[in-house]
């Protein structure tokens, strides 16, 4: 603050809003198993844990808020009601509040992601982040499509696969990191905007046992698609779901010349 002919001058400082979408998926240590009818995997007594990636997208925004970058962290999650366990574990690493948007579609295979993106925007347009930070893929659908569609839907600026995340100090914008093929780039836009988080952006925190009692006194909104007014109808149908083809046995051998001789005899060199 600073005085100027008897006015008093005060800093208000910039407010920013950050929402985190977070999706319940099978935990990435388990086996999936295909169903009998090979139209999906059996979710049947399986661990369901929050997507990895949206565990980095939470870790960053709760990094923002400690660093004083960030003033609120929303997360959101779709699906059946045991997605609210996957909001309170971003609750209890740090997010403020949460909002679960109730659907029992399956969200691996009919809820798709153009319809997770309207469900975002829907929600975005409500809450007013200057923000979003989405894991840049899902570990059971793996499309890789929900950020890039909800940027798009909100004729929004975005940044993708970031590995570095710098405020300004304005908070007006951002500088992303990003890994392509030739190396790293850095890009910058105004906010608001759009990141997909990477692996390599930072390693998510576990949550403590007094945060997740904590978490449990969080609020979580509850609204529909209906209530959003967004269709989610599926657009793509699945087919068939396969297993990959079991690994053929390895083969060890003594030196470089072996290893040679074995790939000119299987017509490989």
Same mark, same amino acid.
């Given at each position: 603050?600073?005085?100027?002919?008897?006015?008093?001058?005060?800093?208000?400082?910039?407010?920013?809003?950050?929402?985190?979408?977070?999706?319940?998926?099978?935990?990435?240590?388990?086996?999936?198993?295909?169903?009998?009818?090979?139209?999906?995997?059996?979710?049947?007594?399986?661990?369901?844990?929050?997507?990895?990636?949206? +565990?980095? $997208?939470v870790e960053q925004a709760v990094r923002l808020k400690e660093s004083g970058h960030a003033t609120e962290v929303i997360a959101v999650s779709i699906g059946p009601k045991?997605?609210?366990?996957?909001?309170?574990?971003?609750?209890?690493?740090?997010?403020?509040?949460?909002?679960?948007?109730?659907?029992?579609?399956?969200?691996?295979?009919?809820?798709?992601?153009?319809?997770? $993106?309207?469900?975002?925007? $829907?929600?975005?347009?409500?809450?007013?982040?200057?923000?979003?930070?989405?894991?840049?893929?899902?570990?059971?659908?793996?499309?890789?499509?929900?950020?890039?569609?909800?940027?798009?839907?909100?004729?929004?600026?975005?940044?993708?696969f970031a590995s570095k995340v710098t405020v300004h100090e304005d908070k007006k914008g951002v500088d992303v990191m990003r890994e392509v093929d030739g190396g790293m780039?850095?890009?910058?836009?105004?906010?608001?905007?759009?990141?997909?988080?990477?692996?390599?952006?930072?390693?998510?925190?576990?949550?403590?046992?007094?945060?997740?009692?904590?978490?449990?006194?969080?609020?979580?909104?509850?609204?529909?698609?209906?209530?959003?007014?967004?269709?989610?109808?599926?657009?793509?149908?699945?087919?068939?779901? +396969? +297993?990959?083809?079991?690994?053929?046995?390895?083969?060890?051998?003594?030196?470089?010349? +072996?290893?040679?001789?074995?790939?000119?005899? $299987?017509?490989?060199?």
């Amino acid at each position: 603050q600073r005085r100027d002919m008897g006015i008093l001058f005060v800093n208000i400082p910039v407010k920013m809003r950050v929402l985190v979408p977070v999706k319940r998926v099978i935990d990435y240590a388990v086996k999936v198993r295909v169903k009998p009818d090979k139209k999906g995997v059996d979710l049947t007594n399986v661990k369901m844990s929050m997507n990895p990636f949206c +565990e980095i $997208a939470v870790e960053q925004a709760v990094r923002l808020k400690e660093s004083g970058h960030a003033t609120e962290v929303i997360a959101v999650s779709i699906g059946p009601k045991t997605c609210q366990e996957t909001i309170r574990t971003a609750l209890a690493m740090g997010a403020d509040r949460g909002i679960h948007v109730y659907t029992e579609m399956r969200t691996d295979q009919e809820l798709q992601p153009l319809a997770v $993106a309207k469900l975002i925007k $829907a929600i975005a347009e409500k809450e007013q982040p200057e923000l979003l930070l989405v894991g840049k893929q899902a570990i059971d659908d793996d499309c890789n499509q929900t950020a890039q569609m909800i940027a798009g839907l909100m004729n929004w600026p975005q940044a993708t696969f970031a590995s570095k995340v710098t405020v300004h100090e304005d908070k007006k914008g951002v500088d992303v990191m990003r890994e392509v093929d030739g190396g790293m780039q850095t890009v910058t836009f105004k906010l608001p905007g759009v990141i997909s988080c990477d692996l390599r952006l930072n390693e998510p925190r576990y949550a403590t046992l007094p945060n997740i009692m904590k978490a449990r006194k969080k609020t979580i909104e509850q609204v529909t698609p209906e209530d959003l007014k967004v269709d989610v109808s599926p657009r793509l149908e699945v087919l068939s779901v +396969e +297993e990959p083809p079991a690994r053929a046995s390895g083969a060890k051998v003594g030196s470089v010349d +072996e290893l040679l001789t074995q790939l000119k005899n $299987a017509k490989i060199i």
